[in-house]
């Protein structure tokens, strides 16, 4: 009896959403594995370094090409609405209005982490293997300083929910700071990714962007929500169509695509029902696209090795660049080592920033899984480090 592929498509659906669910709701690992990053450690076991190196012949029935170009097709839409929305809910005018405590803060959160990073990055070049053959030596030890200075904004909302703050002044505060970091972000990338030989059509997109999103905005001011919902998606594809072309990889085109337009011409509480519908519905395909991503090449020591210092780099990074901002600003005491841990939130936007550099060819898959298994351990220590600081702070406060 012949499989078909959509059967075999479906099964692959299910593998994806009921596995990683088990095990966060049978094991209560809420705490210090949120859903998304038990479906992020899913995706990587269930990848070919794991469950295809234990089980060959299974692997392959289940994830043929036909179904993984599939599984693509949908993980590419759900990351760039991800993205998307991500870049709709900056606020820019709250940040330009404390823009010496933001700058500050924003400017030492990822610049510390990044130097850390990239002397790591320094480091791990010189054993060879981490380098892809697009890849020049700059634009890898700048794509790993930058990943591990990188804070997951829609992740860091989740979290800030959990504990209850998100809404509450100090939750404000680090939204701007990692709002600002988002922006340095995708301007890092956009410098990593510029293609001399492509460089006109690199302009060609600036300037038509920039004119679109004058008529975009204008139009936006002029239609009911419900029509700017529908027009968002339509602007959204056309950006990263644009983007792709030009050579700057969709997902720069994804994320200003939503940094021009207002977050005040969304209702708020549509946005978050959205954002949690993508993270429901559709991410964990993206989660489990990346994981058929992750390699073994150099073996798992080197691998994780690699991790493990990059980790190092990144957590004791941000942890420097946060407190010197306190010191700086005079913040309360305890207040820098809550933010520091709470923007240690990797996972996602640092997944889509590493699997751009992949996909550019600017490093290895070896390299790639090392800096997955960074992001998760990150983000997995960002609520156990945070809640008791956040305890302690609130009982001195009152």
């Known amino acids: 009896m012949t499989v078909t592929v959509t059967e075999l498509f479906l099964v692959a659906m299910l593998i994806i959403f009921t596995a990683p669910y088990l095990v966060w709701r049978i094991g209560r690992t ?4 949120p859903l998304v990053v038990v479906q992020i450690i899913g995706g ?7 469950l295809g190196a ?6 392959q029935s289940i994830f043929t090409p036909e179904v993984i170009t599939a599984l693509n097709g949908i993980a590419w839409w759900a990351v760039m609405m991800f993205v998307w929305v991500a870049g709709i809910e900056l606020d820019l005018t709250e940040a330009w209005r404390r823009k010496r405590e ?25 054993w060879g293997g981490w380098a892809g053959p697009e890849g020049q030596a700059w634009q890898v030890v700048l794509g790993i300083g930058m990943a591990c200075a990188v804070t997951a904004l829609p992740i860091l909302v989740l979290f800030m929910e959990k504990l209850e703050i998100l809404r509450a002044p100090l939750g404000q505060r680090i939204l701007r700071y990692a709002s600002m970091d988002d922006i340095a972000i995708w301007g890092v990338l956009a410098l990593i990714l510029l293609d001399w030989e492509r460089i006109g059509r690199q302009l060609a997109f600036l300037l ?19 029509d700017r919902w529908y027009g968002g998606l339509i602007w959204l594809a056309a950006c990263g169509l644009a983007a792709d072309w030009a050579g700057l990889h969709y ?20 946005m978050d029902n959205f954002r949690d519908t993508i ?3 559709v991410m964990p395909v993206f989660f489990l696209s990346t994981g058929l991503r992750t390699q073994w090449d150099m073996g798992g020591v080197a691998v994780f090795g690699g991790a493990a210092l990059l980790l190092v780099a990144s957590v004791a990074g941000k942890l420097a660049g946060v407190h010197l901002a306190g010191r700086i600003l005079g913040w309360a005491k305890g207040e820098a080592s809550l933010i520091g841990w709470l923007l240690q939130t990797k996972a996602l936007i640092m997944i889509i920033f590493v699997n751009i550099l992949l996909d550019k060819g600017v ?36």
């Open 208 to 226: 038509v962007f920039a004119l679109a999103t004058w008529l975009v905005r204008r139009l936006m001011e002029r239609i009911g929500e419900r």
């Open 44 to 50: 990587i076991l269930l990848g070919p370094g794991v």
């Open 102 to 126: 933001t700058g500050i803060t924003a400017g030492l959160a990822l610049a510390v982490p990044l130097l850390f990073g990239a002397a790591a990055g320094l480091i791990l070049i010189g």
């Open 30 to 33: 809420d705490h210090w594995a």
């Open 279 to 281: 993270l429901l519905a």
């Open 251 to 270: 997902m720069v085109g994804a994320f200003l695509s939503g940094a021009v337009l207002e977050s005040r011409w969304f209702n708020l509480k549509t």
């Open 363 to 398: 490093i290895t898959n070896a390299a790639f899984t090392a800096l997955l298994l960074m992001a998760v351990g990150s983000t997995m220590l960002s609520i156990p480090m945070a809640k008791p600081r956040l305890a302690r702070l609130k009982a001195e406060t009152g």
């Open 54 to 59: 234990a089980f060959p012949a299974y692997y």
